[in-house]
């Protein structure tokens, strides 16, 4: 079992930059991908990047590519996700997620565990 708590959500101008947080407990953080996803209200929820175990490989969302960077710190059991020349449709819940052994990086279905969101609201 796995928890995770995510954080650093908020209220910022179109064009400015928030860092998210996800803090997961259990031993064996380092040895599973993690994943952020977003869901804006009436939307499904979507891809929006991803990390490998070890932080060498890293997928994004065309939407984020070059605005957006995730990164890991495996000894402090955390995953973040920096988010520059934020745009108001970026709005959305941002939830973190412990990807399956297997499977597709891009998918929702692929995660198993997942935390509980936080808000990200970009004013324009």
């Known amino acids: 079992q796995v928890q995770l708590v995510e954080s650093g959500g908020g209220l910022v101008q179109a064009g400015g930059s928030l860092r998210l947080s996800c803090a997961a407990s259990g031993r064996t953080f380092s040895t599973y991908a993690m994943g952020w996803f977003r869901q804006a209200p009436g939307k499904e929820r979507e891809f929006v990047a991803a990390i490998s175990w070890s932080g060498s490989n890293t997928y994004y969302a065309d939407s984020v590519k070059g605005r957006f960077t995730i990164s890991r710190d495996n000894a402090k059991n955390t995953v973040y996700l920096q988010m520059n020349s934020l745009k108001p449709e970026d709005t959305a819940v941002y939830y973190c997620?412990?990807?399956?052994?297997?499977?597709?990086?891009?998918?929702?279905?692929?995660?198993?565990?997942w935390g509980q969101g936080t808000q990200v609201t970009v004013s324009s």
């Open positions: 997620a412990v990807k399956a052994p297997r499977g597709s990086y891009y998918y929702a279905v692929m995660y198993d565990y």
